[in-house]
């Protein structure tokens, strides 16, 4: 059986056309890394398995989205912040708010709401939490103090019922960040278009999470591959996008 190189190729690829969401319609990707073996952290951490050409193109598809969603704990180990205008989102960004909101899953609401992540969020681009029906009353009052708020579901988020609901508030592209029990539970719903994931040429084994991080699916998505892009000064990093095959 013959196969064929796909990277490295010659000839450049501009990553904003590469990774353009589709012009109309709710759109949720995820962008994730895991290190060659699998793990989607080191140390606890994501950060510790990318590079500059990562670091690029997760604000690439940052500026891309109208939404970030990201899970209660990931905003807790990671130091989350809401985005900041970045000058080369301008061209990306034209008719839309200065940078994607901020949407944080919770069903406990345990934020802390003074953080900067509620308070130094762009006045365009509010900070957005998502609960259940069965989050606390006294905490649901003080989210909607700071933050707007998507009641959805009764025990867990109903993220087909919440994604909507973003995008019925003119926030269609939905950029997934994690953490990876967040994203397990949004492949569940059947929720997730598009999977991007950078491919890390480290091993770090242990006891850390894949990318996916959650009872096995109900029936395994089948997934196709859209592209494949390496850096050529991070040689060794890969850069996957994967679409379900039934988009």
């Known amino acids: 059986m013959l196969m064929r190189r796909l ?6 690829v501009d990553p904003a056309e590469a990774y353009a969401y589709p012009p109309e319609g709710l759109w949720v ?24 050409a990562d670091r690029h193109l997760f604000m690439l598809l940052r500026g ?24 080369a989102w301008k061209p990306l960004r034209a008719g839309r708010s200065s940078t994607p909101a901020l949407v944080i899953v919770s069903r406990t609401l345990d934020l802390d709401f003074a953080s900067p992540a509620f308070t130094e969020a762009a006045a365009d681009a509010p900070t957005v939490v998502l609960t259940t029906e069965r989050a606390d009353p006294d905490r ?12 959805a579901g009764e025990d867990r988020v109903d993220f087909p019922a919440a994604f909507a609901r973003l995008a019925d508030a003119g926030r269609p592209r939905v950029l997934c960040e994690g953490g990876p029990r967040v994203l397990a539970q ?20 242990g006891p850390a999470p894949r990318v996916l991080d959650g009872p096995a699916l109900p029936r395994p ?12 000064e991070e040689e060794g990093f890969l850069f996957l996008r994967y679409v379900r095959r039934s988009r």
């Open 186 to 205: 949004v492949a569940a719903a059947g929720t997730l278009d598009e999977l991007c994931l950078t491919l890390s040429p480290v091993l770090g084994a």
């Open 7 to 12: 990277s490295p190729g010659p000839n450049p």
């Open 221 to 232: 998505e089948e997934l196709r591959l859209a592209h494949v892009l390496q850096a050529p």
């Open 64 to 87: 891309l989205a109208d939404a970030i969603v990201v899970g209660a704990g990931t905003v807790r180990a990671e130091g989350y912040g809401p985005p900041r205008p970045d000058p």
């Open 29 to 52: 990707r995820a962008n994730m890394i895991a290190s060659a073996d699998g793990a989607a952290t080191l140390e606890g951490r994501s950060g510790g398995l990318g590079g500059a």
């Open 140 to 151: 649901v009052e003080a989210a909607r103090r700071a933050a707007e708020v998507i009641v």
